[in-house]
């Protein structure tokens, strides 16, 4: 099993930036993806990024051309950086590992919040 902990959420004016980190620690050799998510009060949770383990990165519309999400493996460590924030990114932001052999993500953190300020 993977454990995941994500950290660096905050709140931040618009237009501002912000870097979360996800630690990964456990069995992280099994894992083959990690992705982002974020959940925002009253709406479904929903998909922001993710991270393939060749590097391969593919984004969501609603982030693309301003996040970027990389990964430190030594660290065990994937971050989502995001640029130009707006006050709709507000919201809980999960990561989530895929493990080899699985069809869909298998270990989530606990989420930190992103509060963007008007």
């Known amino acids: 099993q993977v454990q995941l902990v994500e950290s660096g959420g905050g709140v931040v004016q618009a237009g501002g930036s912000l870097r979360l980190s996800c630690a990964a620690s456990?069995?992280?050799?099994?894992?083959?993806?990690m992705g982002w998510f974020r959940q925002a009060p009253g709406k479904e949770r929903e998909f922001v990024g993710r991270?393939?383990?060749?590097?391969?990165?593919y984004y969501a519309d609603s982030v693309r051309g301003r996040s970027t999400i990389s990964r430190d493996n030594a660290k065990n460590t994937v971050y989502l950086q995001m640029h130009r924030l707006k006050p709709e990114d507000t919201a809980v932001y999960y990561c989530?590992?895929?493990?080899?052999?699985?069809?869909?993500?298998?270990?989530w953190g606990q989420g930190t919040q992103v509060t963007v300020s008007s």
């Open positions: 456990g069995r992280t050799f099994s894992v083959v993806a």
């Open positions: 989530a590992g895929q493990s080899s052999g699985t069809s869909g993500y298998d270990s």
């Open positions: 991270i393939w383990s060749d590097g391969t990165t």
